[in-house]
């Protein structure tokens, strides 16, 4: 076989890694250590644009909305099931902070390790990390429940019913606060406040923006590391031969349901604990947040990215988090007062992310940082080339029989 | 090597039917163990849809198979496969955007254990699992003799490597049986001599029974031990390569009524 394509073949090299590893890290703490260090004594000027352009909300937003995309990552880019309704996992994450770190539920009086605001004991106050946990687990059991009867469905049908799970579960959330006399969920008042984090005895307040911002980046970084290492482990392999040939994969001894189960509950996982997460960044919980265009956010996040590809759904996920909370807005203030027109930039976001995913499938339909293996289907032709020059006639014949 | 009479696959009274087309028609088979054996038959003979009943994609509208001593009638594909019965396709079905090794690798899913937690947290476990199970993929890929194509994906392999590759990831079921579906097919002549010493190796080094669909008739008259021939769904012949060759009813189904002439195409 050619050289040229083997230099092609090896995708996942840990050498990269590392490299975006140290990149990813090196970014976190240069924003944690500028918002630390530097703004507080920095000139107005300075601090106003870090505030408007990279404000600690949007960047905890951002590594956040990492998680769940490579939560989502999973499902779609690695086990290839379409799942348009992901939205229901990050609320019932949130739903989640809300009923365990507030005090919603003020007919009980519950403290275990947790953070209730002075002079109020009532409702049930957990520890955050034990939160997160029980979090995660809650929507993984719900990913089960969920799954176990549709991912028997072909993938269009999947869509369909994940679909109707995202918009089912914060109906729910809406019009929750009052089942048979017994409040769930405070309905579109939402529950607020949720507790302030408090992790071995320090507080992190709506002030320490900082520290929580490293807390969402160290729960993003957990996910970075959880999906490479799952994506080169048994696991990944039988998502990866399900998404290629669910036949031959099924025929080489893979259990479909089992394995789609986990790739799901996974992902489900990570919506939780970004659900939580999320509730602790805003301090509160709302049903209206939890809609549609967030299952389509985040799924354009990975497949913009680079389906598959962890580092291209976080280089995704950062673009799309950041145009969606600051872009938008801060480049549309620019232009209005350059144009002195009025345009209220951000309520076109799904009119530039349906442009920009167009335009996308037309032109590098692999995403910004495809995974290799995914570049190679995509841009066959380039590399077939090569292969047509080197190989025998037999292999030329199947190369050009695919491109019919 | 001789076989024995104990029957590693038992294939009983099998019939399938889809709609009013009766694709097989209570065909009985079976797989001595330790043997070679071949399924021929002219296109449309229904040796697809037989083999896809042994290996759990359809389900026999009457019969039953027997593997290894165990009804598998009815049993999830996955099931059969991990249990032993592993097969290559007529028309290859690798997973080309993973490389060889993960192909093959892919294949030993059932016999590995690792999960969620093990693989996130690198356990010792784990590592060995992995380790050893990289180990017998490049074992398998030795052994097919495409060693050198590891971390290659494999759709840039050339045709005859992808044939190899399928029947390296079917033997990483560590499987009893293999069956083969026209592992010949896109070969030339030196390549499918070279593949009758394979088959026999298959069986003599990684101790399989092997089953083979096959059109190649100088193949299949050289490695068969016993051959069944399907016309039209059922089985008109059984024997031995020779009582095959001088079979009147195989040599009308492959060549029409005036088969004395045609007999010697069939030698």
Do not use: C
């Not at chain 1, 290492?229 to 040939?245: K, M, P």
């Amino acid at each position: 076989m050619a050289e040229e394509t083997k230099a092609a073949a090896p995708a996942h090299t840990s050498s990269s890694n590392t490299k975006w590893a140290i990149g990813f890290i090196t970014v976190v703490l240069a924003i944690y250590a500028i918002n630390k260090f530097y703004l507080p004594t920095a000139p107005v000027q300075v601090k106003t644009f870090f505030n408007s352009w990279f404000s600690l909300t949007s960047m905890g937003e951002i590594m956040i909305y990492i998680l769940m995309a490579l939560g989502l990552n999973i499902v779609v880019g690695y086990a290839g099931l379409l799942d348009l309704g992901y939205v229901a996992f990050w609320a019932l994450g949130g739903y989640v902070a809300g009923w365990l770190m507030s005090g919603h539920f003020d007919q009980w009086t519950v403290n275990f390790f947790g953070n209730p605001p002075a002079g109020l004991p009532n409702g049930i106050h957990l520890n955050f990390l034990l939160v997160l946990v029980l979090g995660g687990v809650f929507t993984a059991i719900w990913g089960v429940i969920i799954g176990a009867p549709t991912l028997r469905l072909k993938s269009d049908y999947l869509a369909l019913v994940t679909l109707g799970f995202g918009e089912i579960i914060p109906q729910v959330m809406v019009n929750g606060e009052d089942i048979g006399g017994f409040n769930l969920t405070n309905g579109t008042k939402g529950i607020n406040p949720v507790d302030n984090i408090k992790l071995f005895g320090y507080e992190f307040g709506p002030f320490a923006l900082a520290d929580k911002f490293l807390i969402y980046a160290a729960l993003a970084g957990l996910m970075i590391i959880l999906s490479l290492r799952l994506r080169d482990g048994r696991l990944g392999r039988a998502w990866l031969a399900i998404r290629e040939d669910e036949l031959a994969a099924s025929m080489m001894g893979v259990p479909l349901m089992r394995t789609k189960l986990a790739s799901y509950a996974v992902g489900a996982t990570a919506g939780g604990v970004g659900g939580v997460a999320f509730a602790t960044l805003i301090g509160g919980v709302y049903a209206e947040r939890f809609n549609f265009q967030v299952s389509i956010i985040i799924l354009s996040m990975v497949v913009l990215g680079g389906m598959g590809n962890v580092w291209g759904v976080l280089v995704g996920a950062t673009l799309l988090a950041w145009v969606n909370n600051t872009g938008l807005v801060q480049f549309g203030n620019i232009i209005n007062s350059a144009t002195g027109k009025n345009i209220d930039f951000p309520s076109f976001n799904f009119l530039i992310f349906g442009v920009l995913l167009i335009l996308m499938m037309l032109f590098r339909r692999e995403g910004f940082l495809p995974e290799a293996r995914v570049r190679l289907i995509m841009h066959e032709e380039e590399f077939s080339e090569v292969a047509v020059v080197t190989d025998d006639i037999e292999v030329e014949g199947v190369h050009h029989h695919e491109h019919n | 090597m001789s076989t024995t009479n104990n029957p590693v696959l038992d294939a009983q009274n099998i019939s399938v039917v889809f709609g009013g087309l009766v694709a097989v028609n209570d065909v009985s088979f079976t797989i001595p163990e330790g043997s070679i054996v071949s399924l021929i038959g002219p296109n449309g003979a229904g040796k697809t849809t037989f083999f896809n009943v042994l290996t759990g994609l359809y389900q026999p509208t009457s019969g039953d198979v027997i593997f290894d001593g165990e009804y598998i009638t009815g049993r999830a594909p996955h099931k059969i496969a991990s249990g032993g019965l592993a097969r290559t396709f007529q028309n290859i079905r690798l997973f080309g955007m993973m490389t060889a090794q993960e192909n093959v690798m892919v294949a030993m899913h059932s016999k590995m254990s690792a999960g969620v937690w093990s693989t996130t947290f690198r356990t010792k476990k784990q590592k060995r699992e992995e380790a050893e199970a990289k180990e017998f993929a490049q074992e398998l890929l030795d052994f097919v003799g495409i060693g050198k194509t590891t971390h290659e994906y494999a759709r840039n392999l050339s045709y005859g490597d992808q044939r190899r590759l399928e029947v390296a990831r079917a033997l990483a079921l560590r499987p009893k049986v293999v069956l083969l579906d026209e592992p010949t097919a896109g070969m030339n002549p030196n390549e499918s001599a070279a593949f009758v010493e394979f088959v026999r190796r298959l069986r003599s080094e990684r101790g399989v029974s092997v089953l083979l669909i096959e059109h190649d008739m100088s193949v299949v008259m050289q490695v068969s031990e016993r051959i069944t021939v399907l016309d039209q769904g059922q089985k008109i012949a059984e024997g031995t390569p020779s009582e095959i060759k001088n079979n009147p009813r195989v040599i009308e189904a492959y060549l029409g009524k005036s088969g004395s002439e045609a007999s010697q195409n069939v030698n």
